[in-house]
């Protein structure tokens, strides 16, 4: 019978895990990992259209409740046709990189002191429209800005920055194109749901937790490799194979 066919290699395999204990080590090594880990990560904004849909996400909304569900799509807050027109204008100029990236997150320095955070959302003639960190679209005129950087810390010219945005070419960014905001849709065993950002606190991503099987796979092949010299090894030789448990 079939059953009986596996049934010794199945006990020995079982054996030779018991006794030599690399696999259940390093299933308790992955363990230990997986338990330090966060259940989710926060995802920042800029980064939402990198989510994958299915992927379990957490919304915390700015009204204390917590939503748990599948990610659906991303809407961003400006029309497509701007978002083609400021990246061929920098893939067909010299200036790629003299300017931040769509959804790339910034720190604005103003020339009151001042310090703001948020995401990249495009060039005014005269202005940085950005994502603040209330969810909300915000402006500032390039004149009040005294220094533009990376959240790396990658330094603008924001002199620079000013003298091309004048060009007849340069791709502005018109404030009726930022009229709605950018939208997140879920969906649960209920129904579809959409959060405009305004509603939205933070959006966590389900953490992966796979430390518990890639510890027992590692030890495996160790146990496997002591098993099978202890059933080659000729009669009355002594293999000295020290397995995890010493």
């Avoid at 893939?91 to 959804?103: G, I, M, N, V, Y």
Wanted: proline share 4%; hydrophobic share 40%.
């Amino acid at each position: 019978m079939k059953i009986k066919k596996y049934l010794a290699p199945s006990i020995l395999i079982v054996i030779s895990i018991i006794l030599n204990g690399c696999s259940l080590v390093g299933l308790g090594i992955g363990a230990g990992i997986d338990a330090i880990k966060p259940d989710y990560k926060v995802v920042k904004y800029g980064h939402f259209e990198n989510l994958k849909i299915g992927e379990e996400i957490k919304i915390y909304l700015k009204n204390g409740n917590a939503i748990v569900g599948n990610f659906l799509k991303f809407e961003p807050p400006f029309k497509n046709t701007y978002f083609y027109r400021y990246q061929n204008f920098l893939k067909s100029s010299h200036f790629r990189d003299e300017f931040p990236q769509l959804d790339e997150d910034i720190v604005i320095f103003t020339t009151d002191g001042e310090k703001k955070d948020g995401t990249f959302l495009g060039f005014g003639k005269e202005n940085i429209y950005y994502q603040g960190k209330g969810s909300l679209i915000e402006q500032i005129q390039l004149s009040e800005v005294k220094r533009l950087t990376s959240e790396n810390g990658y330094i603008f010219d924001v002199g620079r920055i000013s003298e091309i945005v004048q060009k007849q070419d340069f791709p502005i960014l018109a404030k009726s194109e930022l009229t709605k905001l950018p939208k997140l849709f879920l969906y649960t065993k209920q129904a579809s749901k959409s959060f405009s950002l305004d509603e939205i606190e933070q959006v966590a991503l389900e953490t992966d937790k796979n430390g518990k099987l890639t510890g027992f796979l590692v030890g495996l092949p160790i146990d496997l490799f002591i098993l099978y010299r202890i059933i080659t090894n000729p009669p009355g030789v002594q293999v000295n194979l020290t397995g995890c448990w010493k």
